[in-house]
């Protein structure tokens, strides 16, 4: 086979690994009975759990995770999403995740597609960008392995640099200057049209307005850069 292809089998097959598509099946979720996977909540930093339903280790480390993403929302770093995924012939036991959170709660299909894909061990957690490349990736087993504040500051900075490159940076150059002040000037006097990702990007106080309040906040962080 030509090794141009298989490159291009191989990098497409890589891409598709860090994502899936499983019903949500935790009723107090927002994307309850969705089908949902990382890609599913573009734009943000996501950290999934791989573990086994029960009120056993592997639920205890859950109940960690869930509290480490309500401190998370608490300190308004809201790009961020928790995903746990168990296995389906577990799902009797699914309560014991369930209860006492509200984040996006999966069953892997029969024989585990998903935690072979991602070569998953039990009680791994994944951090993902919004490109779903893992960022960061740790097994929770034995408490001496991970560090649960190390954990936390990795999603934290990944979630603000996130939020950092693209609030402002209308043009999508990287850099947040004067060009992006003209774009937002040339949008609010009607010259040029935007997309809804651009508008949102330049919408500095998130109010879904564009007027002169985002082109201060705008020149105030030009100023600041
Ligand atoms: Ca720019
Ligand atoms: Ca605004």
């Known amino acids: 086979m030509n090794k141009i292809f298989c490159a291009i089998i191989f990098s497409l097959s890589f891409q598709i690994a860090n994502d899936f598509s499983l019903l949500d099946i935790n009723s107090t979720s927002q994307t309850f009975s969705d089908n949902i996977g990382p890609s599913y909540f573009t734009d943000d930093i996501i950290f999934v759990y791989f573990g086994h ?79 779903q490349e893992v960022e960061y990736k740790v097994n929770m087993t034995s408490t001496s392995a991970y560090d649960i504040d190390e954990i936390y500051s990795t999603i934290e900075s990944l979630a603000l640099d996130n939020q950092g490159i693209q609030m402002g940076d209308g043009n999508a150059d990287g850099y947040i200057n004067i060009l992006d002040a003209v774009l937002t000037v040339q949008f609010i006097l009607g010259n040029i049209n935007l997309t809804n990702e651009q508008i949102s990007i330049i919408d500095l106080n998130s109010d879904s307005t564009i007027n002169v309040i985002d082109t201060v906040e705008l020149i105030t962080l ?4």
Do not use: H, M
């Not at 056993?56 to 480490?68: D, H, I, S, V, Y």
């Not at 299909?109 to 490109?131: K, M, Y």
């Not at 030009?222 to 850069?225: V, Y």
């Open 222 to 225: 030009i100023l600041n850069e």
């Open 53 to 131: 339903f029960g009120w056993g280790t592997c639920g205890a480390r859950f109940e960690q995770l869930n509290e480490l993403y309500d401190q998370l929302i608490s300190n308004n770093i809201l790009n961020v999403k928790l995903i746990g995924i168990s296995k389906q012939q577990l799902s009797s036991s699914s309560a014991a995740w369930t209860e006492n959170s509200d984040v996006p709660i999966v069953s892997d299909l029969i024989n585990n597609p998903t935690w072979q894909a991602w070569g998953s061990s039990n009680r791994d957690v994944f951090v993902l960008n919004p490109n």
